[in-house]
């Protein structure tokens, strides 16, 4: 397996006192997409910034294309693309001089940059707004030319910093997919977001952080493997009783047992026939409910196990 | 409260500009009225002389100690009396040739040479010069020898006629002179503090989303313009206090007289209009760019077309029937009428009471326009 | 990569209308105020006779009769030596004239006559002097008088002619002339140094422009500045390339404010019109370097940095005499570094030093010491930038 990123004991201070990044280490695959999950204030950013050298950090190792990463290293920073969180366009010039500009500083050609151009413009679905000044486009397609402008000199290597926060569901999905196809064309991609189901959706690893700390990292399945978590049935019972709660928390396999409304979520570790099981059990104690249901773990419940709180806290 | 609160959260915020800007402010006061020299246009009545005496004969001598008690003379370097003269630091510059002295004694006509900086400010100069070596030839004419001569010249020269200053209150004219120059100097001064400072702040209330959210939120809105403006009303009196303080560190005798105090007055209402036009110009800018450039033509705009900067009496006619309609106009006459003030009247105090009038005014509509500029902002 | 950037910088700035109407408004408008201010002031230096009330002796004297004469010569408007302007009134009435600044005083004529006035200023002191002379004269011509009188009686002429001898006397004193040559030539204008230190203070404002272009390539300053910073184009490129472009906008303006002031206000810029131009791209650079390098600084939000631009470039212009130009005069004299070292100042005295032909060497000194100014900056900034990450974005 080739790394293109080996990040080793990194560890990053803020005034000497609070520590955004602890002793992370990592690798990224060539030709993957790794997700990068963490609530708020994790240290995501703060991470992704010391790998682009934009932050200073006091310990440990990043290399790129196994090459040490250095403020002035433009032959590495030639390769990469990034796709900030804050749109990074010129309110001065119109779409198809924004991607023509950002692209015209890692393509010199002219000839191959107008090509180029004009492929980013298509694959962020900017045809009919290539004369729009940035004022004039809505958020989700300033987000679509947020990414022409990062991905517009086909990088090997793209960071996208929460490309699709603030945006319809119609624009993410599209962005979504233009991403997937980034990496059908070969880019390893590092990708943050909030939202789990984009993880779910594209991710082929995830590494969660917390506190500067890594928690976990591996697939999806690995993750929820690791979780101990192999059912959540939900429960909405009609009578709300808390000792029905605390009976319920003495059956086999029950991890753990929390409300979400009016439902009761149980989580159940490996095991067979939970549902029959508890369906049994909630008949022959006389427990009537109006609704229940299994399904498989989410990465939102791994992720609550990791860090405590919910991606969105 | 909330209102002052948040105020003096982002006058902290913007604290290094304030404070950088006010710390150049103090630097101009100081340097302009802490020393002898002074800025502005003011001229002595004594004229600035440099003398370069190559004769070094009784009448040289005798010319060059008439001098000394008519004139400044100055000594100045050969090498730097070409600056000197464009700056008017010297007016008149006189060289007496080698024998220049015994020439004179024997009947013949030598020529002196001057050099002078303009007209005006020379002519009392060359008319000593000429005064003195006249009744020197006089006398030598009459028969004297060069050493009675000049002694009997300097007889003849004493001649004086009695003066009598008509102030009936003895007041420290040279403090008083200086006073006024720094109160009209102020005029540059508040304009500046106000409207950098109250300019940049109110522009950080009135940025879009900020203020639809203090639009939508349970204050009235009109309680939160008026906390805007008593906060405003603050800084602003904090500014013209520093001032006020310097004027009595730098002047204390005429700050302790009826002068002072109506200095004070005048350059109180002054900073009302300047506050005034602070909020006019966050009213209208839309960048702080904007703010920036206006501040700097104001200030210095309405310093020099109103005598600020230029005495009054050496602004051209059109210009000075112009500036009535400035504020700046009526703070600068008022402080020269203050200066010019003997005992205080009714009558006395009438033109200055009007001028204060007239600040008031100037003050309302440019808050008038404010609050008309910012409604239309809104609505739009 | 350097022409992408440089071209693209000027559409950029050129894009952000208010700076650029203010970079070309502001000097213009400025330059026009002080042309307004200042259109008088060589009128002013010239002589305006003085307002003066006489009141007249009570007691006709031989000495008053002398002094009321002189004062009417004196206030003769037909004569080039007009003094005064004189009206004759009561001691009163003249009294309440001074006290309403309608007079700058008044003499009231006797043997022992007397000047009254209400302050010290250059009218009164030219008032005092005059009639001082007047009675000098008197005494003169008294004393040659009764000197000639003296001779005529030990020649043995027992009754000479007083009226004759004395008219002869004052004829004497009077018509007594001394050779006085005013070899200045043609009197400078002080007040072109205004006009030099706007000039100056606009070519140092260029600072401001010159940050908004380095800026936008700086990670802790926006977006644009950490997108900027990742990609493959060397810091000094995009730096200087920007900077060029900030360059040729703020002499497109300068160069409009030239234009204006010598052909619609008449400024005089002397005659060495290359050297003019050179110290202007000289300054203007200066300014730029100055912007570049604020830009730089590190723990200055971007709102300080600029005040820090106009604040420094405003006590520049006030050490350079905008202010009253004695201030430049007061500062060369008594404290020449601070000057030495104020890049307004230099210019100011770039253009001073022109206009009055004072010799190409302080002109030369100027233009060094301005380079050396922008070179050291300008390094500073580059070394700065170019290992450049952030303690936090």
Redesign the interface.
């Known amino acids: 397996m080739n790394n293109v990123i080996e990040v080793s004991h990194l560890t990053k201070s803020y005034r000497h006192t609070i520590k955004a990044v602890d002793d992370l280490s990592f690798d990224v695959h060539e030709g993957e997409i790794l997700g990068l999950l963490g609530p708020n204030g994790s240290g995501k950013s703060t991470t992704i910034n010391c790998i682009l050298s934009l932050l200073s950090y006091e310990g440990g190792e990043i290399k790129i294309f196994h090459e040490t990463m250095r403020p002035d290293s433009y032959d590495l920073k030639a390769k990469i693309g990034v796709v900030f969180q804050d749109v990074a366009v010129f309110e001065e010039l119109t779409v198809q001089e924004n991607i023509n500009y950002f692209c015209g500083l890692y393509v010199n050609d002219r000839t191959l940059r107008r090509q180029y151009v004009e492929e980013a413009i298509q694959f962020a679905e900017l045809e009919n707004y290539r004369k729009f000044y940035p004022k004039q486009l809505s958020g989700g397609l300033l987000r679509r030319l947020n990414i022409a402008c990062g991905i517009a000199h086909k990088p090997k290597l793209l960071f996208a910093d929460e490309a699709t926060a603030s945006v319809d569901p119609q624009s993410r999905s599209q962005i979504l997919n233009s991403i997937d196809q980034l990496r059908k064309q070969g880019t390893t991609v590092i990708y943050t977001t909030h939202y789990m189901e984009e993880v779910e959706q594209i991710c082929d690893r995830v590494l969660i952080i917390d506190k500067g700390k890594k928690l976990a990292a591996g697939t999806i399945d690995e993750l929820k493997e690791h979780s101990g978590i192999h059912e959540k049935i939900s429960i909405e019972l009609r009578e709300n009783d808390e000792r029905h709660v605390e009976e319920l928390r003495q059956l086999p396999d029950v991890l753990e047992i929390r409300r979400s409304g009016a439902a009761l979520i149980l989580s159940f570790q490996e095991g067979s026939n939970h549902l029959a099981d508890l369906m049994d059990y909630l008949q022959s104690n006389h427990l009537h409910y109006d609704k229940i249901y299994s399904e498989r773990p989410t990465l939102n419940d791994v992720f609550l196990e990791l860090t405590g709180k919910e991606l969105r806290d | 409260m909330t209102v002052f609160r948040a105020y003096l959260r982002i006058l902290k915020k913007?604290k290094?500009?304030v404070l950088?800007?006010s710390?150049?402010l103090v630097?101009?006061s100081l340097?302009?009225f802490g020393?002898d020299?002074?800025?502005?246009?003011y001229?002595?009545?004594?004229p600035n002389v440099v003398i370069y005496d190559h004769d070094d004969s009784k009448i040289s001598d005798g010319l060059c100690a008439y001098l000394k008690k008519?004139c400044d003379v100055k000594k100045i370097p050969a090498d730097q009396i070409?600056?000197a003269?464009?700056?008017?630091?010297a007016e008149y510059v006189l060289t007496i040739p080698k024998g220049y002295g015994k020439a004179l004694t024997e009947g013949d006509?030598?020529?002196?040479?001057?050099?002078?900086?303009?007209?005006?400010?020379s002519?009392?100069a060359?008319?000593?010069?000429?005064?003195y070596?006249?009744?020197v030839?006089?006398?030598l004419?009459?028969g004297n020898d060069a050493e009675t001569a000049v002694k009997?010249t300097a007889s003849?020269?004493d001649?004086?006629?009695?003066?009598?200053?008509?102030?009936k209150k003895k007041v420290n004219?040279t403090e008083l002179g200086k006073a006024t120059q720094f109160f009209n100097?102020e005029n540059?001064i508040l304009l500046c503090a106000n409207i950098y400072i109250i300019g940049?702040i109110l522009f950080s209330f009135r940025e879009e989303k900020l203020e639809r959210r203090t639009r939508i939120s349970s204050m009235n809105f009109h309680r939160y313009n008026r906390d805007l403006l008593l906060s405003n009303l603050v800084v602003s009196l904090g500014i013209w206090a520093v001032y006020t303080l310097m004027a009595v560190l730098f002047y204390p005798q005429t700050m302790a007289t009826d002068h002072g105090r109506l200095f004070m007055m005048n350059s109180f209402l002054f900073n009302l209009c300047a506050m005034s036009i602070g909020f006019f110009v966050s009213a209208i800018s839309?960048?702080?760019?904007?703010v920036?450039?206006l501040m700097?033509?104001i200030a210095?705009?309405l310093?020099?077309?109103c005598g600020a900067?230029?005495p009054m009496?050496?602004?051209?006619?059109g210009?000075l029937k112009a500036a009535h309609f400035l504020p700046s106009y009526w703070f600068v006459n008022n402080n020269d009428l203050i200066q010019?003030l003997?005992v205080i009247t009714g009558k006395a105090l009438q033109p200055i009471g009007q001028g204060g009038l007239i600040l008031i005014l100037f003050a309302a509509v440019f808050f008038g326009l404010s609050l008309f500029f910012t409604a239309k902002k809104r609505k739009a | 990569m350097f022409a992408h950037n440089f071209l693209y910088t000027l559409k950029i700035l050129l894009g952000r209308r208010?700076?650029v109407f203010?970079t070309m408004?502001?000097p213009l408008?400025?330059a026009t105020?002080?042309y307004?201010?200042?259109?008088?002031?060589s009128a002013?230096?010239?002589?305006e006779p003085i307002r003066i009330a006489v009141v007249r002796s009570e007691e006709k004297t031989e000495n008053s009769e002398i002094f009321e004469s002189a004062i009417a010569t004196l206030s003769d408007p037909d004569q080039e030596t007009q003094v005064f302007k004189t009206h004759y009134t009561t001691a009163a009435k003249a009294?309440q004239q001074?006290?309403d600044?309608k007079i700058a005083g008044y003499?009231i004529s006797s043997d022992?006559?007397?000047?009254?006035?209400?302050?010290?200023?250059?009218e009164?002191?030219?008032l005092?002097?005059a009639?001082?002379?007047i009675?000098?004269d008197?005494?003169?011509i008294q004393?040659?008088a009764a000197?000639q009188i003296e001779i005529e009686m030990r020649q043995g002429n027992p009754n000479p002619d007083v009226q004759s001898i004395t008219q002869e006397a004052a004829d004497?004193?009077l018509n007594?002339?001394?050779?006085?040559?005013?070899?200045?030539g043609e009197?400078?204008d002080?007040i072109m140094v205004e006009f030099y230190t706007l000039l100056a203070m606009v070519c140092m404002y260029s600072g401001?422009i010159g940050m908004e272009a380095v800026s936008k390539h700086q990670a802790n300053v926006n977006a644009q500045g950490k997108r900027t910073s990742i990609t493959g184009v060397k810091k000094s490129t995009l730096v200087f390339s920007s900077a060029l472009a900030s360059w040729l906008i703020q002499l497109a303006a300068l160069t409009v404010v030239f234009l204006f002031t010598y052909h619609v206000l008449h400024i005089d810029y002397g005659t060495h019109w290359m050297q003019v131009i050179l110290l202007t791209c000289v300054g203007s650079l200066a300014g730029l370097c100055f912007g570049i390098f604020v830009c730089t600084l590190p723990k200055?939000s971007q709102?300080?940095k600029?005040?820090?631009i106009?604040?420094l470039t405003?006590?520049g212009s006030?050490?350079s005499g905008?202010?009253?130009?004695?201030?430049?005069?007061?500062i060369?004299?008594?404290m020449p570094l601070v000057n030495k070292l104020n890049p307004v100042a230099m210019i100011t005295d770039g253009y001073?030093a022109l206009y009055?032909n004072?010799g190409a060497a302080r002109f030369y000194e100027d233009l060094f010491s301005l380079l050396i100014f922008s070179g050291i900056l300008l390094v500073i900034a580059i070394f700065g930038l170019r290992r450049q990450t952030y303690d936090s974005l």
């Open positions: 913007r290094w500009p950088m800007m710390a150049g630097l101009f340097l302009s020393t020299s002074g800025t502005g246009y001229k002595a009545s004594k008519k070409d600056d003269l464009f700056y008017e630091d006509e030598p020529e002196l040479k001057i050099r002078t900086s303009n007209e005006s400010s002519l009392l060359k008319q000593y010069t000429h005064e070596l006249r009744t030839k006089v006398y004419s009459a009997e003849s020269l001649r004086a006629a009695s003066v009598k200053m008509e102030r004219m100097f540059y940049l839309k960048s702080k760019n904007t920036t450039a700097n033509v210095l705009g310093s020099f077309l900067f230029v009496s050496m602004l051209p006619a210009v010019e003997d | 208010s700076l203010w408004a502001f408008i400025l105020l002080f307004l201010a200042f259109s008088n002031f002013s230096s010239q002589f009294k001074l006290a600044n003499i022992q006559p007397s000047v009254h006035i209400k302050e010290n200023g250059i009164q002191t030219i005092k002097s009639v001082d002379e009675l000098v008197t005494d003169i004393h040659a000197k004497a004193v007594e002339d001394v050779k006085i040559k005013d070899i200045s009197h400078l002080p401001t200055i709102p300080n600029d005040s820090l106009i604040t405003m006590v006030f050490l905008m202010m009253g130009v004695d201030m430049k005069y007061f060369d004299k008594n001073y009055t004072i």
